[in-house]
């Protein structure tokens, strides 16, 4: 299984990017769905995830600005960003609890290997 990201860029302040995760490999489900960043010197948080069901969460920092969305029949995740700020540079991360072919007694968690997202003041 592979998660692969794309959609980071850079941005001034105040403006929007739309990143995209697409999983692929021996899938059989796909469960819970979600975004983390890293910037330089901290550690890794989550910023929104989505489950199979379309619930979604939010970290309290990017509420109201970002939205996380799925579609299932593509093994897609999306996170468009809005009002970008530059407190939300950072390396963004795909993350997905799937049920693969090699291991149908569990999920396992997989990650994508990240996109850059710069947002200039």
């Known amino acids: 299984v592979q998660l692969a990201e794309s959609g980071g860029g850079l941005v001034q302040a105040g403006g929007s990017l739309r990143l995209s995760c697409v999983a692929s490999g021996s899938i059989l489900t796909v469960n819970t769905m979600g975004w983390f960043r890293q910037a330089p010197g901290k550690q890794r948080e989550l910023v929104a995830r989505i489950t199979s069901d379309g619930s979604t969460s939010y970290a309290d920092s990017v509420k109201g600005r970002f939205t996380v969305s799925r579609d299932n029949a593509k093994n897609t995740v999306y996170l468009q960003m809005n009002s970008l700020k530059p407190e939300d540079t950072a390396v963004y991360f795909c993350?997905?609890?799937?049920?693969?072919?090699?291991?149908?007694w569990g999920a396992g968690t997989f990650w994508g290997q990240g996109t850059q997202v710069t947002v200039s003041s």
């Open positions: 993350q997905a609890a799937i049920i693969d072919a090699n291991t149908p």
